[in-house]
């Protein structure tokens, strides 16, 4: 996947170039990636990142994401929803939440600077009727209802100052058996933009389409 080639872009989302994923985490290159989270009544899915995985192996993050490639547009990025979900969502049926500064430097040696372009959209199956996802790419789901969801997202933004001491509350589901779990928010992918769109994904999974299609610092 290093080999992968990325567009470089400026913090502004102005395109410089075009590199190896690779040499773009090396060096810290501004880049673009897709994050879709899907919603529902019964509250916001989260993928469980596979162990296997380099980055974050086990987390928790948004339903589907990743890295938009050379050459695509945002409306590309929803494929992310068929290869790891299984499922395939027009793109406008997808609410935007944002385009949001992401800085992760989990790993060692490498800085990941991301502009995320983040949407929602609503889709009400029970956790079950997920029998499609990548095997390989993730380990499974992990459903938290909306309240369960903002408790995580404000001690991850600091409002408790000790945001893995959270627990909420969830349900998980491998692809054959589903089951009560405790999610700690020290097990979420940190983004800083969760917080300001748990309002939003309550309104989306009620079926209304009100979203900010701004940019975050």
């Not at 049926?93 to 040696?109: A, F, I, N, Q, W």
């Not at 089951?179 to 309002?199: F, K, M, N, Q, T």
Request: aromatic share 6%; glycine share 12%.
């Amino acid at each position: 996947m290093d080999d992968e080639l990325l567009d470089v872009v400026d913090e502004r989302g102005r395109h410089l170039g075009i590199k190896r994923r690779g040499d773009v985490h090396r060096d810290g290159d501004w880049h673009l990636a897709f994050h879709l989270w899907v919603v529902g009544p019964g509250g916001v899915l989260f993928q469980r990142r596979a162990a296997r995985k380099s980055s974050w192996p086990g987390f928790l993050d948004a339903s589907a994401a990743g890295h938009l490639l050379a050459g695509e547009t945002v409306r590309d990025g929803v494929r992310e929803a068929e290869e790891e979900l299984g499922t395939a969502y027009a793109f406008a049926d997808l609410v935007p939440l944002g385009v949001h500064r992401v800085v992760d430097t989990e790993r060692s040696g490498v800085v990941n600077r991301e502009l995320q372009h983040v949407f929602a959209v609503c889709d009400p199956r029970p956790l079950p009727r997920w029998t499609a996802f990548d095997r390989v790419e993730l380990d499974g789901l992990v459903l938290v209802d909306h309240e369960a969801f903002a408790v995580l997202a404000g001690a991850l933004a600091g409002g408790d100052g000790h945001p893995a001491a959270a627990v909420v509350a969830a349900r998980a589901w491998d692809g054959e058996r589903e089951c009560d779990v405790e999610v700690r928010a020290g097990e979420v992918v940190p983004a800083p933009y969760l917080e300001a769109i748990a309002a939003d994904l309550r309104r989306v999974a009620r079926g209304e389409r009100r979203g900010d299609g701004g940019t975050a610092a």
